[in-house]
């Protein structure tokens, strides 16, 4: 099985190339905005790994993974679903600061935008309830199944606060897995966020 799905990713890359690109700059003193940064934020970045580039593939976007913002002070901290940000929490549900998750070994690109249609005592909400699921399993699986990875870490959270959250599910198959799955773009194009800092200086 897992052969197959090494084959399929050396198709992926034999039909579409992968080029080097340089990678973020890693310094959080270049980004201007970073006092318009909230709790409630979702941050965006754009992965250097195999399954990166697989993410971004299916999904058309500019980045391949999300996390909401969680706190600003005494700086900021990230939650999400990952499967190897930290090498001693691996495939699980971890709060990385704001230096961890945009480090050139792990990111080329990184944004922050903000969901307007959710009030401050919604995210407030939120970000209390994603609090509680650190350390919970990364599982990637359709949407029919039990799931819990990056997108899905945040819409299953979202709708509980503000079910008209609509992000668009696309349907996809390859080795292994297949169904209905919720990618990063279905955040970065969805309608009423505003973009706070996008690095490089670049809309999604």
């Known amino acids: 099985m897992k052969f197959l799905h090494y084959i399929f990713i050396f198709l992926l890359f034999i039909k579409t190339p992968v080029y080097a690109l340089d990678l973020a700059n890693s310094d959080i003193s270049s980004i201007k905005n970073f006092s318009q940064i909230k709790a409630g934020d979702w941050i965006f970045r754009n992965g250097v790994q195999i399954d990166s580039f697989i993410v971004k593939k299916l999904d058309g976007s ?15 901290k990230i939650i ?11 495939n699980q549900v971890i709060i990385s600061t704001l230096t ?6 792990l990111a080329q690109m990184y ?26 399993k990364f599982i990637l699986a359709s949407r029919d199944q039990e799931h819990l990875y990056c997108t899905s870490l945040l819409y299953d959270t979202i709708i509980k606060y503000q079910p ?41």
């Open 111 to 136: 944004a922050v935008a903000r969901p307007n249609f959710l009030s401050d005592k919604q995210k407030k909400q939120i970000i209390e309830e994603l609090l509680t699921k650190q350390g919970e």
């Open 62 to 76: 500019d980045y391949s993974h999300i996390g909401m913002i969680v706190s600003v002070e005494p700086e900021i």
């Open 100 to 105: 961890e998750f945009t480090a050139p070994d």
């Open 164 to 204: 008209d959250f609509n992000p668009e599910w696309q349907y996809a198959k390859f080795p292994l897995l297949s169904g209905d799955y919720l990618f990063p773009g279905a955040f970065a194009n969805y309608p009423n966020i505003t973009w706070i800092y996008v690095y490089p200086d670049k809309k999604p």
């Open 80 to 90: 999400h679903a990952t499967t190897n940000d930290n090498e001693n929490k691996p």
